[in-house]
């Protein structure tokens, strides 16, 4: 559970929190462990031993960070042990040793939503049109507010999946939440085949809870809609309320049991998109344990808005990442975290740290996926999903955030080295005939293809998929979806309001079209939605917006303040 302070303590401590100590976490632990050694070049080097794996380097841990710290894997591919200390583990002192010098060693991030048989489907043309319901651009037309369908096909070949696998693994991901999939790089923690060795129940992805897919909506009750049922074993992820309108927000609450005719099946389960939800239904979430989704790219580029994920984040809400897809959202998780950092920077007013970002794409995302005893975070008994960043030029937490292609110096899946560095990936048995060369932006890399996939090169892959869009980018990829909030007014939109430009404009601190001094939160990106009456939302009518008010259903800041995703004592 998350940790409970009164709001005015709450402020208190955080201002002197951060004053006394900006980069340091309670747990924060620099080991007395030797620290290795710099390789002549590159990030990591491996020295040989047996078939157990002793990897070095600053690990980010769950609750902090061990400087010169390790991570002890055995020869099954599982973690007995991560921090300080595990120089003396039972089989280090013979295990094949890694020194990542500088380097920061990771969980495997996870792609907590992904439609990958559409991987195949380049970037959505964007015409500046922006959507109120996702059946507007799904189906579109006189029905859905004149509004233009999006083009997309699904349907990807194994050879396309294997590609969108790829790619996420390049970027330092080893699992995914999608339906569809093949047996290939990642695990996929929504197939009963292909999660590769988890103990955990498949995850149900449902895209349609309400069985709406032919574009039924209601703004109020809930007897148009024919209910999913939870699954009975597993977790369940479901989209919902994907939109700024009343039947947007309709969706949650029958899903929530919150309207006449609706169906509970929040309990535990994670909702992907959220966008209108208001206070009392972040309570609502929270209070069943449930999770939510975070799109930040495919929410902006369709709808000018996303989930509020600071007032989730005031609830106590649990807060995934997910990529979504090619078409409007980031075609890896690395970009989907980018989106969120530039967001969370230039219009949350920094509300989540860098470690708070990275829990969304770890940790967060195992928990909410049901696998959080699995996967997620370095510790003993969890699989070794490991990825390492290089983190020359940033530090901890930032190394991960702020990666680029060229920054993912080893990913390791169970134990198994996938793709890294050339002569790392080769020392650890990957060499020639069974892993691949290739060059990402200027370094070697070996990426292991044939030995994945049984025979297949990654040059008859590269040619398969000559046309898709590319493994990588050496910067922002070619036609990525927008992450800039902007409804426009111009002539040949629909012209549904509101309208802002995202541009901090005197008058306008933070570009959400409303006055600075009409603006109940003034430094947070809060637009009027339709679903709220084209009013900020103000729950508790405090005068405090909900998007930025530390007790989003008590007036006067007199709450319990939950140290939720967002806060980090100390920062980093």
Request: aromatic share 6%.
């Amino acid at each position: 559970m998350p940790f409970r302070f009164s709001a005015p303590t709450f402020f208190l401590a955080a201002t002197l929190l951060v004053a006394a100590a900006p980069t340091v976490r309670a747990a924060d632990q620099n080991c007395p462990d030797p620290a290795p050694s710099p390789p002549p070049s590159g990030v990591c080097s491996v020295t040989a031993g047996d078939a157990g794996r002793l990897l070095r380097g600053t690990v980010l841990l769950p609750d902090g960070v061990a400087t010169h710290g390790s991570v002890m894997i055995d020869v099954g591919g599982m973690i007995t042990c991560a921090g300080c200390g595990c120089q003396n583990a039972t089989g280090a002192d013979t295990a094949t040793r890694i020194d990542c010098a500088n380097g920061v060693i990771s969980p495997g991030l996870i792609d907590l939503r992904n439609h990958i048989t559409f991987s195949q489907d380049a970037p959505a043309v964007d015409t500046g049109e922006r959507y109120e319901h996702r059946h507007d651009w799904r189906i579109g037309g006189a029905s859905h507010g004149n509004h233009t369908k999006i083009p997309s096909v699904g349907g990807a070949s194994n050879d396309q999946i294997r590609w969108a696998e790829l790619r996420a693994l390049m970027a330092g991901s080893t699992s995914l939440l999608s339906s569809g999939g093949v047996a290939a790089f990642t695990r996929n923690l929504a197939t009963s085949v292909n999660r590769d060795g988890l103990a955990g129940a498949a995850a149900k992805f449902q895209t349609f809870p309400l069985g709406d897919s032919g574009g039924t909506t209601a703004t109020s009750g809930c007897g148009t809609y024919s209910f999913d049922t939870a699954p009975p074993s597993g977790h369940y992820e479901f989209v919902a309320a994907e939109g700024i309108n009343a039947a947007a927000r309709n969706e949650f609450l029958c899903l929530a049991g919150l309207q006449a005719g609706g169906v509970d099946l929040l309990a535990g389960a994670t909702i992907a998109a959220a966008i209108p939800l208001r206070a009392s239904d972040a309570k609502a979430i929270a209070d069943q344990a449930a999770s939510v989704v975070w799109e930040p790219r495919s929410d902006l580029r369709l709808y000018g808005m996303t989930a509020p994920v600071t007032l989730l984040d005031a609830e106590g809400v649990t807060i995934a990442l997910g990529g979504n897809w090619t078409v409007t959202g980031s075609f890896q998780v690395q970009r989907e975290l980018a989106c969120a950092d530039s967001y969370n920077a230039t219009y949350l007013n920094r509300h989540f740290s860098d470690a708070a970002l990275w829990r969304m794409a770890t940790a967060n995302a195992a928990v909410s996926a049901g696998f959080g005893g699995e996967i997620g975070t370095l510790a003993a008994g969890r699989f070794a999903d490991i990825a390492v960043f290089d983190a020359s030029a940033r530090p901890a937490h930032r190394a991960v955030v702020g990666a680029g292609a060229g920054d993912v110096v080893l990913v390791v899946k169970g134990g198994v080295p996938m793709f890294g560095e050339a002569d790392v990936v080769a020392g650890l048995g990957g060499g020639d005939g069974v892993c691949d060369t290739l060059d990402v932006c200027g370094n070697a890399r070996r990426l292991c293809v044939t030995r994945e996939t049984g025979g297949q090169t990654l040059a008859q892959l590269q040619s398969i998929n000559a046309s898709n869009y590319p493994l990588f980018s050496c910067g922002e990829p070619v036609d990525e979806p927008t992450c800039k909030p902007v409804r426009s007014q111009a002539a040949s939109l629909v012209n549904v309001a509101p309208f802002f430009s995202g541009e901090a404009v005197a008058g306008d601190a933070d570009g959400d079209g409303v006055p600075d001094a009409s603006d109940v939160c003034p430094a947070v990106f809060d637009p009027p939605r339709p679903a709220d009456g084209l009013v900020q939302a103000d729950e508790d009518n405090d005068g405090i917006g909900d998007a930025c008010d530390p007790c989003p259903l008590d007036a006067g800041n007199a709450c319990d303040v939950l140290f939720g995703n967002g806060f980090e004592a100390g920062g980093g």
